[in-house]
């Protein structure tokens, strides 16, 4: 079976990002990670990616101002690359439409929340886990999903659920939610990559 070539986009710490590297390095599924992009300089992804011989690469606002300029060298690597797969893990760059149209339903996300609850604008990292607390959730957790134009509403491939316990703190629900994300992200990338998933409508069917 022909290799699924990834690009992974971060922003941050890549614990998700390792979570991948350590799966496909244990051989548990037929796919590379050929180059990690993030929006931030100084994403410890960016040493984890350099650390396994992949390629890291900066493209942000400092260094790629204009909107389109960032979009044509995404477009660009992602060609040069002939990547069949984005894996978003914690990036918190916009991405343009035309790379969405582009690799529609080729695009996966994690969430550390169960969409539809606690996402979309203003839901991200730590936020997720204050508005779960705040509200008195008793279940949250964490959902993989295709990204489509919307802010966490595509089609969901994967969800895990996680209880909040009485004393919990961000923190502490943040490092249990995660523990759950680094599971979920390689089982839905390996689903994807034995081309097992298929999408009817807002529907993503598991096939055997
Ligand atoms: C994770 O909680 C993920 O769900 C969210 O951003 C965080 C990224 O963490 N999208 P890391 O950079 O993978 O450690």
Avoid: W
């Amino acid at each position: 079976m022909q290799h699924l070539k990834i690009a992974v986009f971060v922003s941050g710490g890549g614990t998700n990002l390792q979570a991948l590297i350590d799966h496909i390095e244990e051989g548990e599924m037929p796919a590379r990670i050929e180059c990690v992009l993030s929006s931030k300089e100084d994403a410890y992804g960016l040493e984890r990616a350099r650390n396994h011989n992949i390629e890291g690469i900066f493209i942000g606002k400092k260094n790629y101002p204009e909107c389109n300029e960032r979009t044509c060298k995404i477009l660009g690597i992602l060609e040069n690359y002939k990547i069949d797969l984005i894996v978003l893990a914690g990036y918190m760059g916009i991405l343009d439409k035309a790379i969405i149209e582009e690799y529609r339903h080729r695009i996966i996300n994690i969430h550390p929340s169960l969409i539809p609850s606690f996402c979309g604008k203003g839901f991200y990292g730590e936020k997720v886990h204050e508005g779960v607390l705040a509200y008195g959730a008793k279940i949250t957790g964490a959902t993989v999903h295709f990204v489509d134009e919307g802010t966490d509403t595509g089609p969901i491939i994967l969800q895990k659920s996680v209880s909040v316990e009485d004393d919990d703190t961000v923190e502490s629900l943040a490092k249990r939610v995660l523990k759950v994300e680094h599971e979920l992200l390689p089982k839905a990338v390996k689903l994807f990559s034995e081309g097992r998933l298929k999408v009817e409508g807002r529907c993503v069917k598991e096939e055997l």
